[in-house]
């Protein structure tokens, strides 16, 4: 057994099975992707636009390919194709652009809102208000190809784990408050995307239904 296979069959050990393990490919090889691919994982989550197509060409059809970077709406028709689920969906008119090429593709793409909820300015998402505003618009109905499956989070990037469990607590009542409000006989919204390497503990108690981990599987990388 590679170690690759050994660490996500560690990783599956220890989570329930309602919870999928999203593997965070990004910056790793294809031979590093097969030993987990021949391990049986099968979701895997990518943050570049590039780096996706080229895997997409080179590795098996029946992978899952999820977008976990944020994605820039010119870059949406390369990814469009193929792309399984946008995990970082963080405006009205990156929607409206998916919906666009999925249209064209005669494809339904599943997404996910990307909510702000660390208390670092850097990450990328929609406040809780930018997200209310979004499904309130009228035109969010006319988007047939587009298929919003729940929310993702990231939580702050702190050793203080009591600060990252009240962050997936708070994106958990949004997640039910909202599912209550826009969702409610809509049993397709049921993804709560949370939880890396150092906190996917803590994001299943909390409630996560995707778990995104890189580093816990494929070592460290060098870049971000
Ligand atoms: C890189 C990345 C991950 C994985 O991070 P690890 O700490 O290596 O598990 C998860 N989610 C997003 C959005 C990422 O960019």
Redesign the pocket.
């Given at each position: 057994m590679t170690s690759i296979a050994n660490n996500i069959a560690d990783i599956l050990k220890t989570i329930p099975r309602n919870v999928r393990l999203?593997a965070?490919s990004?910056f790793k090889s294809d031979s590093e992707i097969m030993d987990a691919y021949n391990a049986g994982q099968r979701i895997f989550?990518e943050?570049r636009v590039q780096e996706l197509m080229t895997k997409y060409d080179a590795l098996p059809d029946d992978i899952e390919w999820h977008m976990?970077?944020h994605l820039q709406r010119n870059k949406v028709k390369y990814i469009a194709p193929f792309i399984h689920m946008v995990?970082?969906i963080d405006s009205l008119m990156l929607l409206e652009e998916l919906n666009k090429y999925a249209l064209k593709r005669n494809r339904i793409i599943d997404c996910l809102l990307?909510i702000h909820i660390a208390n670092e300015e850097t990450k990328f998402g929609l406040s809780q208000a930018e997200a209310t505003t979004l499904l309130e618009y009228s035109g969010f109905k006319d988007l047939q190809n587009i298929r919003i499956k729940g929310l993702?989070g990231?939580a702050s990037q702190t050793v203080d784990q009591v600060q990252i469990a009240k962050e997936f607590q708070h994106l958990k009542v949004f997640f039910d408050l909202i599912k209550n409000k826009y969702f409610l006989d809509n049993i397709n919204f049921n993804e709560l995307?949370i939880g890396?390497?150092?906190d996917?503990q803590i994001a299943i108690k909390a409630g996560s239904t995707l778990i995104?981990?890189?580093?816990?599987?494929?070592g460290?990388?060098n870049s971000?």
């Open positions: 999203v965070v990004k989550g943050s976990i970077g995990q970082s990307q993702m990231m995307s890396m390497s150092g996917y995104r981990i890189g580093s816990n599987i494929f460290e990388r971000k």
